[in-house]
């Protein structure tokens, strides 16, 4: 009798919890929920659908804004047997946008030709394992000074006859895209000699493929340069900040003055200069000067000495910079940067800020370059440059 007690009351519980849970309950409970299958069409051609409560549609994937280039690589369909070792046929490329194009060419270029541009014919002594060789470009007066990694164990074949034309005419010929490029000299390691004598070209007084000036600045690494001016550059910066007229005066060299120079790119004829005298009275000059001309419009840059000051000298806490460099150029942007040519016995330190709002990527950078000569042992300022992304 107990047992059947027992069955009886598990048998209606089991009864009333599946009642419960298949009739009772669904009722208080929200139905799901089914979305439209309408599809929104991203920037980058992909398709994202509605989700969730309210049912919005998905974020669309992040696109990073691209520019088109051109690398050039042998092609063996287009050049049987190699009959002109130089000949070279361009590639379309897609790179991140950046304010450094002919850096990001080179790399584009030293990854290789990708396989299904292999299956196409095209060739290379470039390829992924080359693809980090780039040390650095630098632009000075039209010509392009490229240093790379000893990749010599790499690609031991460029050297002969044949192979360093083709190499060579990769590199001039993707560089040389670009309208402020005439020329290009080749360094490995910083030394252009060692690069020349191994493609079995050498160097000679007529071709000045070897001068390593380029390569180095005023001839000083940037662990020397550094400390050599850090110092004196850093009591410069200072007195710029805090507009101390007096101290910066004091810190101009009293032959040359100081020029002043709105955009990297130098110009001797129109920049102004103000003697060590000028200085003195900077932030008390109320005189309107021609500085030369704005960048994109051309209009006249007529500003008093403090206007000039808060829009192409201080415009942001350079004291505060996250990067210094010595002797090496960090702001790069499509204006030919010829101060290592106009000042070739200087130390350059430059106070940088890559930029500001990550939707400009980069774009936005400024920087703030001090030129320092040295007379009689003394590190005196002689230039003050000012640089950001121009059109």
């Given at each position: ?78 050049n049987p047997n190699a009959l002109d070792c130089g000949k070279v046929y361009p ?301």
């Amino acid at each position: 009798m107990v047992m059947w007690v027992i069955f009886l009351v598990i048998s209606v519980g089991a009864i009333g919890f599946l009642i419960f849970t298949n009739w009772w309950m669904p009722r208080f409970v929200d139905p799901p929920i089914a979305c439209s299958e309408e599809a929104k069409i991203c920037p980058d051609g992909t398709a994202v659908g509605r989700t969730g409560a309210d049912c919005e549609f998905v974020d669309c994937p992040k696109v990073t804004e691209q520019t088109k280039v051109k690398v050039y690589f042998n092609n063996t369909q287009f050049n049987p047997n190699a009959l002109d070792c130089g000949k070279v046929y361009p590639l379309d490329r897609e790179i991140p946008k950046t304010t450094a194009v002919a850096k990001a060419s080179l790399e584009s270029l030293f990854a290789g030709p990708t396989e299904v541009e292999k299956n196409q014919g095209y060739t290379s002594f470039f390829s992924p394992a080359t693809k980090d060789i780039l040390k650095s470009v630098k632009i000075i007066g039209g010509v392009a000074y490229v240093d790379l990694k000893d990749m010599r164990q790499i690609i031991p074949n460029a050297s002969a006859s044949c192979g360093s034309a083709e190499f060579l005419s990769e590199i001039n010929t993707t560089l040389k895209q670009f309208s402020t490029i005439k020329q290009v000299i080749v360094a490995i390691e910083g030394q252009p000699s060692t690069f020349y004598e191994w493609i079995q070209i050498g160097c000679s007084a007529e071709n000045n493929f070897c001068d390593e000036k380029p390569f180095k600045g005023s001839g000083y690494t940037e662990v020397e340069a550094k400390s050599l001016i850090e110092s004196r550059s850093q009591e410069t910066i200072l007195a710029i900040k805090n507009q101390d007229a007096k101290r910066l005066s004091e810190l101009v060299d009293s032959d040359r003055g100081v020029r002043f120079s709105p955009y990297s790119n130098v110009d001797v004829k129109n920049n102004l200069v103000f003697s060590p005298a000028m200085i003195a009275n900077f932030f008390t000059d109320k005189k309107v000067y021609n500085w030369g001309s704005f960048d994109g419009s051309g209009a006249p840059i007529n500003l008093t000495p403090s206007d000039y000051y808060n829009r192409f000298i201080y415009n942001v806490d350079f004291v505060t910079a996250p990067q210094v460099s010595y002797n090496r150029i960090l702001g790069e942007g499509n204006i030919i940067n010829n101060q290592l040519e106009v000042y070739p016995n200087a130390i350059i330190v430059e106070y940088y800020f890559p930029g500001f709002d990550p939707q400009y990527e980069g774009m936005d950078w400024t920087s703030l370059r001090l030129v320092f000569e040295t007379k009689a042992g003394v590190w005196y300022l002689v230039g003050v440059v000012h640089g950001q992304w121009t059109i």
